[in-house]
């Protein structure tokens, strides 16, 4: 088991204790894990068929949803017990999403969707243009794309706009969902490194869903879903 | 930032929202004129006549007299003994009497006949008297002094002559050819129905009602034919002293000698916008439903923009937006359209309004100020923009609602 492994200097970077989830109220079971360790800047692949939990769980650690019992601790601090307004900020500020697609506000240009991300963070970061250029010059996007409206870029420009956006904040932790799906195998591959390179240089912790085994070849950490949800049917 | 954002999020609904602005902006123009006319109306009427505290006429309604007296509406009833005029303005109450005598007209403007205490005495708006644009007061028996509109319309100048007809219409068939008055002054435009009135001496109306013989005789020698009215319409009186009004009033009312009524102008006019109230407030419903209605395709319009805007939400919140925050978007978004209809209205009207505005001074003696912007449009704008708050929090719910239930990556 991971947890068993890990050493206590190393800080964490999630922690999930007890965690229980009910999709309606009624339900009875229950999504449950009942402990998932990840170290800070450690990159981790997390597989699983389609309705596996995937998903769940990265909202869980986003905080949009949230859990009935047990707690979620990010970045050795408490996050599920938080009120929904300082999790939010907490989101913001510390947390990068990108997502399978739509990911940017399509009606606005690529600074301003990334200036969104700041603007909710409250860093009042006055050299966000700047940052932006670099960020875009890493994943190696033309920094003219700036004042394009984000629904003219092809959807591989657009997945890496979103990362750049993730990453404005200076996030600790970055949550992917299949972002790759809707890229071809070459401009696949291509994205999967560049994030990872990214994500290495600035010590982020990664969590990278996806139920592509191709994948898992990028990645030193990978952990199958259905592994962490298992102890359900013991505890039920 | 959220403006930039609700303005970003509104242009790439240009249509619809185009639509939605176009029927707020008709729906608050015909709220704001209505309001707007009824303020300048009243107001245009409450200017006509001032400190004059008595009317005094032949018995009919208040309201009657008022008309023809003030607003030269209608035709008077009966008329009043000269010898009346004689007895009021001698009384030891009256201050100053104004004769006027109605009934003809010049080229559909109402000709009225007076003496010089009517230039003097005759107060319109706050206490303002009338004062000459270029000449002087009628001395002589065939002179006439013309109203601002009479002198724009028919392009009259002084010196010019100008012949009256019997009775009130452009095509009176009785026109008194032989005697033509010379304008001999031009008042000051003052807003009021004076700027369309032709002011001659009670005289001359006697002379143009002599038969033709008479008239022959009296432009051969002036002095040969008395011109002294036996009768004469109104008077309008200037007390000494406001607290004998009352006295006045009823003693003029029990008068023996003649068949008299006075009225007070400030009853008469209360009176009158007693009657005009209610095609006021019919006016202001309408414009309400109207407005109310405009509201509801505001916030069906918001509405129906949230299922896709369902993705834009979810960004908005991964990237920390809380709901409160997609809540005031929402908010924002129809403020912003509601204040642009709103400045956009107030504009279109006050164009319009300078634009019309001579015409519908001419026609209907409408005076309207063009500058919209006073407290009663500000008030108006208020009550709009809180409907409007209220109208769309319908569909921020909706959009709080939304960013409660998203999660990440919202596939629909």
Known sequence: MPNTISSASTPLAIHINQLSYKYHKADKTSFYIPNWQVKQGEQVFLHGESGSGKTTLLNLLAGVLTSQSGDINLLEQAFSTLSSKKRDKFRAQNIGVVFQQFNLIPYLSVLKNIQLASYFAKTGNTKIEQEANALLLALKLPTTILQKAANTLSVGQQQRVAIARALINKPKLLLVDEPTSALDAASRDAFIALLIDLCKQHSITLVFVSHDMHLQQFFKLSVDVTSLLKEEFNKC | ?412
């Open chain 2, 1 to 412: 930032m959220l403006v930039s954002l609700a303005w970003s999020s509104l242009a790439s609904r240009r249509k619809s929202v185009i639509l939605t602005f176009l029927s707020l902006l008709i729906s608050i123009s015909v709220l704001l004129s209505v309001e707007h006319i009824r303020q300048q109306a009243k107001e245009s009427f409450n200017r006509t006549i001032s400190d004059v505290d008595m009317i005094v006429g032949a018995p009919s309604g208040q309201l009657n007299l008022l008309l023809y007296s003030v607003f030269r509406m209608g035709s008077p009833t009966s008329n009043i003994n000269y010898k009346s005029y004689e007895t009021l303005k001698s009384s030891s109450l009256v201050k100053w009497a104004i004769p006027i005598s109605l009934g003809d007209s010049h080229r559909s403007f109402r000709v009225m006949g007076t003496n010089n205490s009517y230039f003097e005495h005759f107060k319109y708006g706050t206490k303002q008297p009338l004062t000459f644009n270029s000449g002087q007061p009628f001395n002589t028996l065939f002179e006439a002094v013309i109203g601002a509109d009479v002198a724009k319309k028919l392009s009259y100048k002084i010196g010019d002559s100008v012949v009256i007809a019997h009775g009130i219409g452009n095509t009176s068939f009785t026109h008194h050819e032989n005697t033509p008055f010379i304008i001999k002054g031009i008042l000051s435009p003052t807003g009021t129905p004076v700027d369309k009135t032709i002011h001659v001496s009670l005289n001359a109306i006697e002379a143009i009602h002599l038969s033709p013989a008479k008239q022959a005789e009296l432009l051969n020698n002036v002095d040969s034919v008395n011109t002294t009215p036996e009768s004469i319409t109104a008077v309008m009186l200037g007390l000494k002293s406001k607290f004998s009004t009352f006295k006045l009033q009823r003693d003029i009312n029990n008068y023996k000698a003649d068949r008299l009524m006075a009225v007070l102008p400030g009853v008469a006019m209360t009176e009158l916008w007693q009657m005009m109230a209610t095609v006021e407030n019919l006016l202001r419903v309408i414009g309400i439903l109207v407005l109310v209605s405009s509201l509801f395709g505001l916030s069906t319009m918001l509405l129906a923009s949230m299922a896709q805007r369902k993705n834009e939400i979810a960004v908005l919140r991964v990237l920390g937006a809380g709901p409160s925050a997609i809540f005031s978007l929402v908010l924002v978004e129809a403020l912003i359209l509601v204040i642009l209809a709103s400045a956009a209205a107030t504009t279109l009207l006050s164009l319009t309004i300078w634009l019309l505005g001579d015409w519908l001074g001419a026609t209907y003696g409408l005076f309207l100020n063009a500058n919209m912007l006073n407290v009663e449009t500000l008030k108006v704008i208020t009550v709009i923009t809180v409907a409007a708050i209220i109208t769309s929090a319908i569909p921020a719910y909706e959009a709080y609602k939304n960013a409660l239930h998203s999660s990440l990556g919202a596939k629909s």
